[in-house]
């Protein structure tokens, strides 16, 4: 498989997860802020490690995976986003369909970075993947994830519980597959 490609938007700088990452994320995923509606604890620095090791086995083994998200102007870290398949125990299930995510840290909230990472995020999927669907699920009580979600193209298609607490699974239909010679 091939490494992590880098996505650029106006703002944002899309690119694999380096070890040097491991500090900003541990602080991104170690606030109550950022976690609140994923989880709602904080991570500890070791679940972080394995996180960034998953995000990596992704890249290795499926093709996708999650970006670190940087600031263009600055190379201010500002969250992750990407696609995964965590194989989640949830009803009714994904069906292999790749599940976008983003988090992003509390200083890089309200700017619409999220919107244009996952933009950036689903054209890459499209041209790429060739999925039938793409799918994320998001705490009801998530209204920014929410409205991101919508405004990217997804739409709501079951509420459900994962782990014990309420989510609401949407979907996005994806690019419909090249047409290739011979076929």
């Known amino acids: 498989m091939e490494p992590a490609p880098v996505l650029l938007t106006a703002r944002l700088h899309l690119r694999p997860h380096r070890p040097e990452d491991f500090p900003d994320c541990v602080a991104m995923w170690g ?3 950022v976690v609140r509606f994923i989880g709602g604890r904080p991570f500890t620095a070791e679940e972080v490690w394995a996180r960034l090791l998953r995000y990596a086995g992704h890249w290795a083994w499926m093709g996708f995976g999650y970006w670190a ?3 263009r102007a600055t190379g201010r870290f500002v969250g992750e986003i990407g696609f995964a398949d965590f194989r ?3 009803d009714p299930p994904f069906g292999g369909a790749p599940e976008l995510g983003w988090v992003l840290a ?3 909230h309200g700017k619409g970075y ?3 990472g996952a933009l ?3 054209a890459w999927g499209d041209a790429r993947l060739h999925a039938l669907r793409t799918v994320c699920m998001i705490d009801p009580d998530n209204a920014a994830s929410l409205r991101v979600a919508d405004k990217i193209g997804f739409r709501e298609y079951a509420r459900t519980t994962y782990k014990g607490t309420a989510t609401i699974l949407l979907e996005r239909a994806g ?3 090249r047409d290739r010679p011979g076929d």
Request: aromatic fraction near 0%.
């Open 88 to 90: 989640r125990d949830v």
């Open 120 to 122: 950036a995020a689903v």
């Open 106 to 108: 509390a200083h890089a």
């Open 31 to 33: 606030d109550p802020t």
């Open 69 to 71: 998200v940087e600031e």
């Open 175 to 177: 690019a419909a597959p």
């Open 114 to 116: 999220a919107t244009e």
